[in-house]
């Protein structure tokens, strides 16, 4: 059984940063993208950041703002968000595609304040 476990969020100034972490275990070998979702009440999930083959993308909002990197031998893929806003707020989600399934992690809260 594949568990994921998410970390790193908190309450922030506008301009400061954090730093997720979403580790995972089980059978995880055979992932071929990791990404970075977030969501607002009322809104719909965004990809934020996702990596695949080591090459990074990233919804335009974040771009230059934020960078996903990952640790294959720690099993952990990572967003680093500098410079937050307001607009960043929200529960972020790491997922982790494999070959035999889709996994996400339970979600944590970043609320950025003005």
């Known amino acids: 059984q594949v568990q994921v476990v998410e970390s790193g969020g908190g309450l922030v100034q506008s301009g400061g940063s954090l730093r997720l972490s979403c580790a995972a275990s089980g059978n995880i070998n055979s992932t071929y993208r990791l990404g970075w979702y977030r969501q607002s009440p009322g809104k719909q999930r965004e990809l934020v950041a996702d990596?695949?083959?080591?090459?990074?993308n990233y919804v335009h909002s974040v771009k230059g703002r934020f960078t996903i990197s990952e640790d294959t031998a720690k099993n952990t893929v990572y967003l680093q968000m500098n410079s937050l806003k307001p607009e960043d707020t929200a529960i972020y989600y790491c997922?982790?595609?494999?070959?035999?399934?889709?996994?996400w992690g339970q979600g944590t809260q970043v609320t950025v304040s003005s």
């Open positions: 997922n982790w595609k494999t070959l035999f399934g889709i996994y």
């Open positions: 990596i695949s083959g080591g090459h990074p």
